[in-house]
C-alpha cells in the first residue's frame, strides 16, 4: 500500500509515519515529490490494521496497491522518470535513438559505424561484446576485447554506451567501459542477473522477455531496483506468438499500458521483433506515435557480411533516411531529437 501525504506535509510527520510504519517490521520506500510525499509500504500490511495511519497528521490518504511491484509502479512514484546515461538521457520530452551493431566485430567496423550513426541522430552507441545465441556454434562475441572497442568508440565520437552482459563476469567488465549495460530477453527472469545488475551501479535497459507478460517484466524491473539502483528503462522488442513471417510480433500495446503502469521510460527495437530490414522504419514511426522515449535499431557497415543479425541491420543510407523520416512524428509527440 502507499501512503500519499497532504501537499508540503512537514518533515515531522513524515517522519512520524514511517516511525509507526517500521515499528511494525515494515519497510517503507520514500518518494518525495516537488510537493507530495509518498510513503510506500512493503510486507505483512495487516500488521497496521490497528494504527489507524488515515488520520495520521498530514496524511491525505492510503491507496491499495495490488500489483506486487512497488518501486517500478506508477502508483509509487508519479512523476516520469528520466534517467542519465553519459552525457544523454532517456525519458522526458527526448526521443533518444540508439544504434550500432548485434555484436562488436573489429576496432574498424566498431568505429565505422559509431561514426555514421552519430551523424544520423543517436546519442548511444549499442554493440553486443557478450552475445546470447541460440547456438553455440555461432559468433559469441569479443568479451573485454570488444569492451574497449566501444570504449574507444565513446572517446572518439562522444557518443555515450550501451552493451548487454549475460553474467556477473560481464557485468564486472562492463562497469569499466560503457555507460549503460543491457539485460537481454533471455535473460529477463535471471533473477541473479538482475540483482548483480541492480548493484552495478550503471543505469539498465531491461529488454522485454521472449514470452514475457507486462506484469512479469515489470517484476524483473523491481529486483534491480529493490537493489538500489532506480536508473532502469524497459525495452520493448516483441514476443513470441503464432505468427512467423517476422521474428517476433511487435507488442506495440506495451507502450500505452507500461506508460499507465509505470514512470519507467521505454524504448522500442523494431530490429530484433522484425528480424527483417524493410520492416524496421514503418514499426519505428509506429513506436513513436504510440509514446514511446526512444528507439533501439541496429546498423552495420555491411549487413551481407555481419557475423550477427545481418538481414534486420540497416546500412549507413537506410539509417540516415529512418532518421530523417522520424524527424515529423518526434515533433508531433512532443518530442526533440
Ligand atoms: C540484442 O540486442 O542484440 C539482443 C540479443 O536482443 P534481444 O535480447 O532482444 O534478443
Ligand atoms: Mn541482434
Redesign the pocket.
Same mark, same amino acid.
Given at each position: 500500500m502507499i501512503i500519499v501525504m497532504k501537499p508540503n506535509a512537514p518533515q515531522a510527520s513524515i517522519e512520524n509515519v514511517i516511525r509507526i510504519i517500521e515499528s511494525k517490521g515494515l519497510e517503507t520506500h520514500l518518494s518525495i515529490g516537488k510537493e507530495v510525499t509518498i510513503i510506500g509500504v512493503v510486507g505483512d500490511k495487516s500488521k497496521l490494521q490497528t494504527e489507524n495511519l488515515e488520520i495520521a497528521p498530514d496524511v491525505d490518504k492510503i491507496v491499495p496497491v495490488t500489483e506486487s511491484y512497488k518501486l517500478s509502479n506508477k502508483k509509487f512514484h508519479p512523476e516520469p522518470s528520466v534517467i542519465k546515461v553519459g552525457n544523454t538521457q532517456i525519458g522526458g520530452n527526448t526521443l533518444t535513438i540508439m544504434a550500432g551493431p548485434?555484436a562488436v566485430e573489429t576496432e574498424k567496423q566498431l568505429l565505422s559505424i559509431a561514426h555514421a550513426v552519430k551523424a544520423s541522430g543517436a546519442t548511444i552507441v549499442?554493440g553486443?561484446a557478450y /552475445?546470447?545465441r541460440t547456438s553455440p556454434y555461432s559468433f559469441q562475441g569479443l568479451e573485454e576485447e570488444g569492451l574497449r572497442y566501444m570504449q574507444k568508440a565513446k572517446e572518439e565520437t562522444g557518443l555515450a554506451t550501451i552493451c548487454?552482459v549475460t553474467s556477473l563476469d560481464a557485468i564486472n567488465a562492463a562497469v569499466k567501459y560503457v555507460d549503460m549495460i543491457?539485460i537481454?530477453?533471455?535473460n529477463m527472469q535471471n533473477f541473479y542477473l538482475l540483482k548483480e545488475a541492480g548493484k552495478s551501479g550503471l543505469p539498465v535497459l531491461l /529488454?522485454r522477455g521472449l514470452a514475457a507478460t507486462i506484469d512479469e517484466w515489470l517484476n524483473a524491473a523491481e529486483y534491480i531496483i529493490a537493489e538500489g539502483n532506480p536508473n532502469v528503462v524497459l525495452?520493448e522488442?516483441g514476443i513470441r506468438t503464432f505468427e512467423t513471417t517476422t521474428r517476433n510480433t511487435l507488442d506495440i500495446s506495451a507502450v500505452p499500458v507500461i506508460k499507465e503502469r509505470s514512470h519507467l521510460p521505454i524504448i522500442v527495437?523494431p530490429s530484433?521483433a522484425t528480424g527483417v530490414r524493410a520492416y524496421v522504419k514503418p514499426l519505428a514511426k509506429s513506436a513513436i506515435a504510440a509514446g514511446a522515449d526512444g528507439l533501439?535499431i541496429e546498423v552495420h557497415n555491411d549487413p551481407a557480411r555481419a557475423l550477427s543479425?545481418g538481414p534486420q541491420s540497416l546500412t549507413f543510407d537506410q539509417f540516415h533516411e529512418l532518421s530523417n523520416e522520424i524527424r515529423p512524428y518526434a515533433t508531433l509527440s512532443g518530442r526533440t531529437f
Amino acid at each position: 500500500m502507499i501512503i500519499v501525504m497532504k501537499p508540503n506535509a512537514p518533515q515531522a510527520s513524515i517522519e512520524n509515519v514511517i516511525r509507526i510504519i517500521e515499528s511494525k517490521g515494515l519497510e517503507t520506500h520514500l518518494s518525495i515529490g516537488k510537493e507530495v510525499t509518498i510513503i510506500g509500504v512493503v510486507g505483512d500490511k495487516s500488521k497496521l490494521q490497528t494504527e489507524n495511519l488515515e488520520i495520521a497528521p498530514d496524511v491525505d490518504k492510503i491507496v491499495p496497491v495490488t500489483e506486487s511491484y512497488k518501486l517500478s509502479n506508477k502508483k509509487f512514484h508519479p512523476e516520469p522518470s528520466v534517467i542519465k546515461v553519459g552525457n544523454t538521457q532517456i525519458g522526458g520530452n527526448t526521443l533518444t535513438i540508439m544504434a550500432g551493431p548485434c555484436a562488436v566485430e573489429t576496432e574498424k567496423q566498431l568505429l565505422s559505424i559509431a561514426h555514421a550513426v552519430k551523424a544520423s541522430g543517436a546519442t548511444i552507441v549499442r554493440g553486443g561484446a557478450y /552475445k546470447p545465441r541460440t547456438s553455440p556454434y555461432s559468433f559469441q562475441g569479443l568479451e573485454e576485447e570488444g569492451l574497449r572497442y566501444m570504449q574507444k568508440a565513446k572517446e572518439e565520437t562522444g557518443l555515450a554506451t550501451i552493451c548487454e552482459v549475460t553474467s556477473l563476469d560481464a557485468i564486472n567488465a562492463a562497469v569499466k567501459y560503457v555507460d549503460m549495460i543491457q539485460i537481454g530477453a533471455r535473460n529477463m527472469q535471471n533473477f541473479y542477473l538482475l540483482k548483480e545488475a541492480g548493484k552495478s551501479g550503471l543505469p539498465v535497459l531491461l /529488454k522485454r522477455g521472449l514470452a514475457a507478460t507486462i506484469d512479469e517484466w515489470l517484476n524483473a524491473a523491481e529486483y534491480i531496483i529493490a537493489e538500489g539502483n532506480p536508473n532502469v528503462v524497459l525495452c520493448e522488442r516483441g514476443i513470441r506468438t503464432f505468427e512467423t513471417t517476422t521474428r517476433n510480433t511487435l507488442d506495440i500495446s506495451a507502450v500505452p499500458v507500461i506508460k499507465e503502469r509505470s514512470h519507467l521510460p521505454i524504448i522500442v527495437d523494431p530490429s530484433h521483433a522484425t528480424g527483417v530490414r524493410a520492416y524496421v522504419k514503418p514499426l519505428a514511426k509506429s513506436a513513436i506515435a504510440a509514446g514511446a522515449d526512444g528507439l533501439m535499431i541496429e546498423v552495420h557497415n555491411d549487413p551481407a557480411r555481419a557475423l550477427s543479425d545481418g538481414p534486420q541491420s540497416l546500412t549507413f543510407d537506410q539509417f540516415h533516411e529512418l532518421s530523417n523520416e522520424i524527424r515529423p512524428y518526434a515533433t508531433l509527440s512532443g518530442r526533440t531529437f
